[in-house]
């Protein structure tokens, strides 16, 4: 049994190898705590191996490790961090970095390329910043509204950007899962960085492709509601997504993770103070200055 429920935190995670593969090459990874000051975090990950061009399990894996030891012993420093952004920024990218680093010299000694997707969400005083490199996606939910915060690196949504292909042909096209991003095929990375604001009680939505791929953006949003006011819990609610994917005869993994903040008992000028606290980057350096100063 997984426990689906934590005191700051409700969250789900299931996961299925899908009707025709015999491996799974999906990993998701979930660590909450509280820093030194009593705020309660959340760290989501998911990742995809690249099956078919080499082990995508061994390099989900490798992936996995390499942030497990980032959050044993680089993430309680920054959360010590006065600008935490920044710095939470520069430190992910040198974890994906070495992650890239070391798929590669894995690829280069077994003769075969060893790549993966990796997507990171990290959530904190209403804030929350996400990193991504692959096709792995991170969807939002509030007020019976899904936003997908994430961009697929994958070359089916370039063409979409492009107005060459419309996202229903994307995803039915033979080539939907040629990645232009991903870990462990080339030196140079392109992630993606985003941050922002939640709501309290709002829901965030990881997945692999293995659900995208048979339930649309509409009937995504659709099937939340639906269960938004049910008496199941994010643990039931992450298996019944991955069985409605089976039900469509799902052909490739599938991960779902969900992740719901709950309530603070916070006033609303501590929640504006909070928020300043962490938008500050937005503004000019003297403005900055001066706020340094009067925090």
């Known amino acids: 049994m997984r426990t689906t429920f934590a005191v700051h935190w409700h969250y789900g995670i299931a996961t299925h190898s899908g009707w025709f593969r015999m491996m799974n090459d999906d990993r ?14 959340a760290v989501a990950v998911i990742a995809d191996g690249v099956g078919g061009i080499g082990d995508g399990s061994r390099a989900s894996d490798a992936a996995m490790d390499h942030v497990r030891h980032w959050l044993d012993n680089q993430l309680p420093k920054l959360l010590k961090t006065a600008r935490l952004r920044g710095a939470f920024i520069q430190s992910t990218k040198k974890l994906l970095h070495e992650i890239n680093v070391s798929l590669l010299e894995m690829g280069n000694h077994a003769g075969s390329q060893m790549s ?48 060459k292909m419309t996202p229903k042909q994307a995803r039915k096209h033979p080539h939907r899962h040629v990645l232009l991003q991903c870990l462990g095929v080339q030196k140079e990375l392109n992630i993606q960085y985003r941050s922002g604001f939640y709501s ?18 509409s009937k995504i949003e659709y099937f939340l509601k639906d269960n938004e006011s049910s008496e199941l819990n994010l643990q039931q609610v ?58």
């Open 238 to 295: 992450s298996d019944l997504l991955v069985d409605k994917a089976l039900d469509q005869r799902a052909n490739d993994n599938i991960s779902v993770l969900l992740l719901s903040p709950l309530n603070r008992p916070l006033t609303l000028l501590q929640r504006i103070r909070d928020r300043l606290k962490h938008c500050d980057y937005l503004f000019p350096a003297d403005w900055r200055k001066w706020y340094n100063k009067r925090s």
């Open 116 to 163: 993966t997707t990796l997507t990171l969400l990290f959530l904190l005083n209403e804030t929350y910043i996400l990193c991504h490199i692959g096709d792995c996606r991170v969807y939002y939910f509030h007020r019976q509204r899904l936003k997908q915060l994430t961009k697929d690196h994958s070359w089916v949504a370039e063409q979409v950007r492009k107005r």
């Open 200 to 217: 309290p009680n709002s829901l965030f939505l990881l997945c692999t492709d293995g659900l995208y791929d048979r339930m649309s953006h």
């Open 28 to 41: 998701s990874l979930l660590r909450i705590g509280t820093t030194e000051q009593g705020d309660p975090y």
